[in-house]
Structures are given as C-alpha cells and as structure tokens.
C-alpha cells in the first residue's frame, strides 16, 4: 500500500453546531450538527487492479473479499447520561464514474495458526458495495476516564457497483445526532476504584494486596463469589454464574463507582464467558472472553447481555447466522490474574506491591524494549519478515527507549552461540520495561519462521519459546509487561499454566503482566501486518503507553478504544478485541504523571578522531518541572553509556567513550526525569573513526594523490 494513503487525513469540519429542539422538564432535547467534506478522487494501479482514495477519510473498509474502499470514521461522545434519539446522515452531490479495471480486494485476513487464507461465509457476489453510505453504531464506555455515550460513525464516500464496473462518490456527508439529556440524573460519587473479584480460599493471600492498594490511595475492595452468589452486597440476578458476576460488577458500577475490576483465579477458580464468533466455515472455535466482563452497558444505557436474541448462546457474531448486538466498548478497566492456587497468588501479590513500591518504571532497566521476531508469514509477495516489521513499527512509537531486537535479519533469533533462546533469556534477566513477541503460539509456546522458509525453526536450537523456558527466568524485580503476539497464548482453559500467565505466576521473574489471545489469532500479513487485527491491536497498546496510560489497564482500554475508532470492524476484528485477554491488576502504575524532558540536540563533540583514544560528548535539555535528569548516549550500534546523573535540568552532561574498531558511528542521546519519564531520541551525530591518519596535512597530501590514497587504504 502506498504509505501515504496511510497517514489519516484531517476531516474538513465545515460547521460544529448544538441547538436546543425542545425542553420538557429536566429533559433536553438536543442536535449536534457537523458535516465532513470529501474532495480530490484518486486512483492508483497497481498490478491491473486500482486502488481508490479520497481526501477526507482516515480508514478502509476490510471486509474479506471486497473491494478495498476509503471511509472515515468519527466518533462522538456524550455524557453518560445522554439517550441518543436519532442520527441522520445526509450524502450530499453524488456523482458517478465509470472505472475500467477491477478494484483492488481488501488485504487477506489469515489465520495465525493454519496460515489460512479467510474464506468468506456469505456467497462472494455483490451489487453495490458498500450497500449503505454510512453504518452508525451507538455504545457506552469509558472514554478518557469519563462514562460516555459514544456515537461511532463510519462514512463510506466511495461505493463500487460490480454490475455496472461504475463508482458513486459524494463530497460531503452531513451529520445531526438528536438526543436526549436528563440534566437532574447524577452519577453516583466515586467510592471505589478498584474490584477485586476472588473465590473465597483467595481472600487471605490478597489481604496484603488490598492494603497496599488503599494506602496508595486506589481504594480498593474484595468480595469474594460466595458473597456475590449469596445475595450479600445487591441482590442476585443471573442466569448462570457469569452473568450473576456480570450484574454484581454493574452494580458495583451503579453504586459504587468502580471503574477497575480484577478477576482472580484460573478457569476453574473463576468463571469466564464462552464466545461464538464464526470468523469461517473452518473456524468455529469456541473461546473465553473477560472483555464480557467489562463491557456493562450498550448504547441505550441497559445492561449488555451479549445475548441480545435471547438464546442462551453469548456473543454470537454470524454463528450458525446468528449475531448478538454487541458494543464492545470497555465500561471498566479489567484484568486477570488466572492463578491456580494459593501459592500463586502470594507469588502476584508480592510482585505487585514490589513493583509499585519500588517504582519499577524510574528503573534504569525500564527504559529498554526486547522485540521478538522473524517471518511470521512465509512467501508473501513482497517478501516482508512480519515479526520483524511488526517489532520495528512498535519501537518506532517507543521513542527513547533501547531496543533489544532478536530477529532473524540480525542473526539473534537464530544464532549458534548464543543461541536464539539464550538471547531472549539474556535480554529478558537485564530487565526490560517491555517484551514483544510478533509471530505464532499455541498455549504452552511461542514460535516462528526464518526468512522465507516454511518450517517453524526458531528460536535456536529449539524451534520454541516455551512455558518452562519462561518458569525458570530469574529476572528478579525487574519485570516487563510482555505482549505475547500468535494464537493461543492466552488460552488459560487450556493450560493452567499457559505462555501468557506462565510469565506472571514464576516467583523469580518473568513479567508483571500480559496479553495474550484465549483462542486462534487473525492478522494481515505482508506490509498490512499493522494495519488491525492481532499486531494492529498490539501496535495500538504501545501507542496507548507512549499517549499517556499510566496503568495497566489504561493500556488496554486505550488500545480497544483507539481499535474500535480506526477500523473497519468485520468478524476478525470481533474475534481478536474480545480474546485479547490482559493478565494482571488493571490499576498497575506503570509511569509517572511526571512531564518528559524536552527531547536533546544531537550530541555536541568531534565529529572524526582515533580508536583507542578517548572522545567526549556533551548534551543538555530541560525539564518542564525543572526534575534531575539523566543522560544515555549511544555509541552506535552495539555500545552505549548506561544512564549517567543526576544532573540539574539545564546542566551539560559529559559522556565519553573509546572507539575500538574502525568505521562510520552514528551516536544520540536521550533523558529521563528522576520520575521516570524519558525524552525522545536526539537527531543523530555522525562520527567517523576512520581508515587513514587523522593528521590533516597528510589527508590533504593523500586525498591529492589518488593511488596512493588507494594504496595507503589497502595497508591499514
Ligand atoms: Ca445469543
Ligand atoms: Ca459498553
Ligand atoms: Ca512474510
Ligand atoms: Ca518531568
């Protein structure tokens, strides 16, 4: 795809109107009144097939096997007591044109686990697609920290009639939502941050946990399922357990104000919902989804069954033809710890009060990043190493962190010595804030390929990442949150012990929390790779960190947000936003509310010098809040200073560093606050400890004499 049809293009807002309809009472009726302009169609040909853009839009619609159109998608929130009465969308100067070759597909969505291609269940002819200009979606959610009705409109500028080989087109799309607000209601004043949700033989071992979190000012409750199936807080409504805990939890939300629910236990421990998205005819798996748990209320402000047609099967989506009208939007932040026994949960418990006492994340080692991958798909057209591309979009938003790349294009995932699992193990014992692996899984091990070869062989020497390479990481304190990217990692039914949860149940190390999918994961593959689905999830839980989360769960519910604002939604994305399980405590303070130093100018010093002598740089910035600040410069490729400080803000730091090799280095520097909070990267200083003599006169006399030059350059 042509990258700049990726950037999203800023809608043109032509007016941005609210007039009062009516009153009656304490209720207002109201009209929110926007448009957005469309202009400047293009194609583009590529392989006999076009592709069509119009500016104006920030998205595509990627419903398997139909054309790849543009479509801009808004959305608009309301407070949480607001009834949305009506959306009018109104296309404006439709014209038609007639096109000569075929319309480029959307990309294919294939399956991580079989490298299947989506084969689409409805029968593959259309008329007019899309059949609609516009799809309006109504949900509630938490948006920014505020219960929010949210107006999801998705507009479709562009429709392709096969039939006729012609487009319609529009350029402009008028919008007026009528809605309703009770301006007497009242939300409930905030009592409880934070649920925890645990059978009873838990409850002591989390003791410890509730305190710590209530003197860190999170207040925090424990009930345990017994309580909630006996009626003890609210009265009991449900037809099963899950959905006894699903009312508690919105009750909870009514009277107490939670907005943070962590679930303990594992599948047996703590029950979980069961799923039916039929993504294909091969694909009817049946898997877990906690999002159930998190998603309270739909857009008409009653509780969310997922069972809308009342069949006693939940979160149907195209299942045997049936679809339950699901939001999806997070009413809370929601985490698990899918413990198993008491042991386990002591074990969880200490890490997090350890890590939040300890303010892991103003540790030297936060700041680093290890990416894990390869070719995930084998012989796409551009032969794109997908692992790798998804880690370097990652480390791309990751701006001034370290980056600890295991790849197959630098021989780290599939050296000899070391070998690929002792690099993984040795990037995760020097501590890392974060750990991506992009590539493939099954519940008890993560796997990849080489470079265009079809046989998963990495990492060396076993072929696998694996639950009890994980148990005996001894990393200590020093904890990342770990993206476990492939099918099934977090399929804790399956194993009690799965690849995602293995991290957080090891005592000795592992990690602090996890994502990881509960059943068979989708992506596009090739240079779409990003662009939704699995690794377009993942992609959107780093932005969520680098955007300002400074939790957990915050991370999560960012990401899902963001998702559910830049796609297209088909059965695909259904599937991986409900089995994109977070494991661990959703109010985990993960940064600072610290302000990040300005980012520095390149490194000031010599630009060119002699190995074995010693080189200083200097660098300096500002602290918004004028914090200590600390220094990292890189020496290139392979060599850096470590965190030097603290200096004042505004204080030059002095870094120095010995050249051993020959050969052109590009350095940089980066801060960090004593908070944590950590500068982007400088530009680079290119710094050449080169092949010849550094005397000048010499290299003027030589760069005169070229065959000596050529000669003297062939002796050192
Ligand atoms: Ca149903
Ligand atoms: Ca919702
Ligand atoms: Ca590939
Ligand atoms: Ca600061």
Redesign the pocket.
């Known amino acids: 795809m042509n990258k700049a049809i990726c950037i999203l293009l800023v809608a043109i807002l032509l007016s941005n109107g609210i007039g009062v309809i009516s009153t009656a009472d304490n209720i207002i009726t109201e009209m929110k009144k926007t448009s957005f302009e469309f202009s400047t169609l293009t194609f583009r040909e590529e392989n006999q097939q076009i592709e069509v853009m119009i500016e104006g839009t920030n998205s595509f619609i990627t419903q398997p096997g139909r054309p790849l159109l543009p479509s801009l998608i808004k959305t608009f929130t309301f407070p949480s007591n607001t009834l949305v009465k009506n959306v009018f969308c109104t296309p404006e100067n439709i014209q038609h044109e007639h096109v000569f070759q075929d319309i480029r597909l959307a990309p294919d969505m294939i399956q991580l686990n079989s490298g299947e291609k989506f084969e689409p269940i409805s029968s593959d002819s259309f008329s007019i697609f899309p059949e609609e200009w516009y799809d309006v979606r109504i949900g509630h959610g938490l948006i920014e920290g505020k219960r929010s009705v949210i107006v999801r409109v998705e507009c479709y500028p562009v429709r392709y009639n096969q039939m006729e080989k012609t487009i319609s087109w529009i350029d402009e799309i008028n919008i007026e939502i009528e809605y309703e607000s009770d301006v007497t209601s009242t939300q409930s004043e905030e009592q409880i941050d934070l649920l925890i949700i645990s059978p009873a033989e838990f409850a002591d071992e989390l003791n410890p946990l509730v305190t710590h979190k209530n003197n860190r000012e999170i207040s925090t409750k424990l009930v345990q399922l017994n309580q909630i199936y006996d009626g003890v807080y609210f009265s009991v409504e449900g037809r099963d357990e899950p959905e006894k805990i699903k009312y508690f939890i919105k009750n909870a939300y009514d009277e107490w104000g939670i907005s943070n629910v962590m679930l303990v236990g594992g599948r047996y421990k703590m029950p979980s919902r069961e799923t039916h998205v039929q993504v294909s005819n091969s694909d009817k798996e049946i898997f877990l989804s906690d999002i159930y748990y998190a998603d309270i209320y739909n857009g008409s402000l009653e509780f969310s069954t997922w069972d809308t047609n009342n069949n006693d099967v939940f979160a149907e989506y195209q299942w045997e033809g049936n679809t339950d009208e699901i939001d999806l939007y997070p009413d809370v932040k929601i985490g698990r710890v899918a413990c198993i026994d008491e042991q386990q949960v002591t074990t969880i418990v200490n890490k997090i009060i350890t890590y939040e006492t300890t303010e892991a994340f103003t540790k030297d080692w936060f700041s680093n990043l290890v990416v894990i991958g390869a070719d995930t798909f084998p012989g796409d057209d551009k032969g794109i190493d997908e692992g790798e591309f998804v880690n370097q979009a990652i480390i791309d938003v990751m701006d001034g962190f370290s980056t600890d790349k295991i790849w197959y294009s630098n021989g780290r995932i599939n050296g000899i010595a070391p070998t690929g699992v002792q690099n993984i193990n040795n990037g995760i014992n020097e501590g890392c804030g974060f750990l991506d692996f992009s590539g493939h899984g099954a519940p008890y091990l993560w796997t990849t390929y080489p470079h265009n070869v079809s046989r998963q062989i990495l990492p060396s020497p076993t072929g696998s990442y694996s639950n009890s390479m994980i148990s005996n990481l001894e990393n200590g304190d020093k904890l990342p949150i770990v993206i476990c990217g492939g099918c099934s990692l977090g399929k804790f039914e399956a194993n009690s012990n799965c690849f995602a949860w293995s991290f957080l149940s090891n005592p000795n190390g592992g990690g602090i929390a996890s994502f990881g999918a509960t059943g068979l994961g989708y992506v596009y593959i090739g240079e779409y790779a990003t662009y939704g689905l699995v690794e377009g999830l993942n992609l959107r839980i780093f932005e969520a960190y680098n955007n300002g989360a400074i939790t957990f769960g915050e991370m999560w519910l960012d990401a899902v947000n963001d998702y559910l604002g830049s796609f297209n939604l088909n059965a695909g994305d259904y599937k991986t936003l409900e089995e994109w399980h977070p494991f661990g405590d959703p109010t985990l303070s993960i940064a600072g509310m ?4 300005l980012t520095p100018d390149a490194p000031s010093g010599p630009t060119s010098g002699r190995i074995g002598e010693e080189h200083e740089y200097t660098a300096v910035t500002t ?3 004028e ?1 200590d600040l600390y220094y990292f410069f890189e020496w290139g490729e392979e060599d850096n200073s470590g965190w030097l400080g603290p200096y004042e803000s505004d204080e030059t730091c002095t870094g120095s560093f010995t050249w051993e090799k020959r050969g052109d280095y590009q350095i940089r520097v980066k801060a960090r ?1 004593e ?1 944590g ?1 950590v500068s982007g990267w400088s530009d680079y200083l290119p710094v050449s400890m080169p092949q010849y003599s550094q005397n000048p006169l010499f290299y003027e006399f030589l760069s005169n004499h070229p065959l000596l030059y050529k000669l003297f350059t062939r002796i050192i």
Do not use: A
């Open positions: 610290s302000e990040k130093p602290d918004p809040e914090d606050d908070h909070s």
